[in-house]
């Protein structure tokens, strides 16, 4: 499908994307490039992709140039590796935030190259070299947001490269994207990051007892608040308005339910918690997650590969 597919990232999404595109053979070349040493050295070592010393290097020839590293360092990637984008190449990334990456990317461009951002819908708590594997895309979304005027045939063969990778394909404004992402993965992150905060605090208090007796729920907002600090920093500080959009919402009906349980309107109770069971089972419906203990997940990384 492409000649040189070059990573400028290599942890998680990074790395995955090239054992993904290394599986069914999506290019003669995988490349990557990290801005630590430490993780070039050990991407080297585990042999996912050919590893470069330096972005020009990295994106030098290369077909299909993807941005795996936090949203808040890809204008600066952008004016390092502008000048050294093959003609007619596709650059393209990976980040949860759109709006911005368009906004902080596009100035850098010439235009004989296709920028169409991308947002692949998947992800472990785990970072690193380490924490990739081929099969993270299996079955989940990822959305292009091509803007306007992009070029037919290059969001085509995007299209086509996520699908090798096995992902499902959705095209959407930038900007409708980041209101969808902060409903559905922002700020249930932020929810996740407080709740495990206030816990931290009241451990204190409670000798622990906290943590000791944690149960599935709890649990599961740690995962979740478990995720690499620095690209969600990067996240929220990148998409604002739809966070806060979202956040308002979720506080008025917050207000709701907290009157109910004060009210002891255990109808209203009921009916919510009937809304939201329905809306599990649709996503077990879709294929979306599983049912089974831990939600499928096994906690061997090598069986995933």
């Known amino acids: 499908m492409f000649g040189k597919v070059t990573m400028i990232g290599l942890g998680l999404i990074g790395s995955s994307l090239a054992h993904a595109a290394g599986r069914k053979k999506l290019a003669t070349e995988i490349a990557g490039y990290d801005i630590s040493a430490d993780v070039r050295a050990r991407a080297a070592t585990l042999g996912f992709a050919k590893v470069y010393d330096t972005l020009e290097a990295a994106v030098k020839d290369a077909d299909l140039v993807i941005l795996c590293a936090p949203v808040g360092a890809y204008g600066d990637i952008a004016k390092t590796i502008a000048p050294h984008l093959k003609s007619d190449a596709i650059l393209s990334d990976v980040g949860s935030v759109k709006g911005a990456v368009l906004r902080d990317v596009t100035p850098f461009l010439p235009q004989a190259v296709h920028f169409i951002p991308a947002h692949p819908i998947a992800g472990t708590e785990q970072s690193g070299p380490d924490a990739g594997f081929a099969s993270l ?169």
Request: net charge negative.
């Open 137 to 305: 895309f299996d079955g989940r979304w990822c959305i292009l947001t091509p803007p306007e005027g992009a070029d037919a045939g290059a969001v085509e063969k995007l299209r086509l490269f996520w699908n090798g990778c096995g992902s499902q394909v959705d095209v959407m404004d930038a900007a409708h994207h980041d209101l969808v992402l902060a409903m559905t993965s922002h700020v249930p992150h932020l929810i996740a990051y407080n709740i495990v905060g206030t816990a931290h605090d009241l451990e204190a208090v409670t000798e622990g007892e906290v943590i000791k007796y944690s149960a599935g729920g709890f649990r599961d907002f740690t995962r979740i608040a478990a995720s690499d600090p620095t690209m969600w920093r990067d996240v929220f500080l990148n998409n604002r308005q739809a966070v806060l959009e979202v956040l308002g919402r979720f506080n008025e009906d917050l207000s709701v339910l907290q009157r109910a349980v004060r009210d002891g309107n255990g109808e209203a109770l009921f009916e919510l918690f009937s809304r939201t069971r329905a809306i599990r089972r649709s996503i077990l419906d879709i294929g979306q997650d599983s049912a089974a203990p831990n939600f499928g997940r096994d906690k061997s990384p090598e069986k995933n590969q």
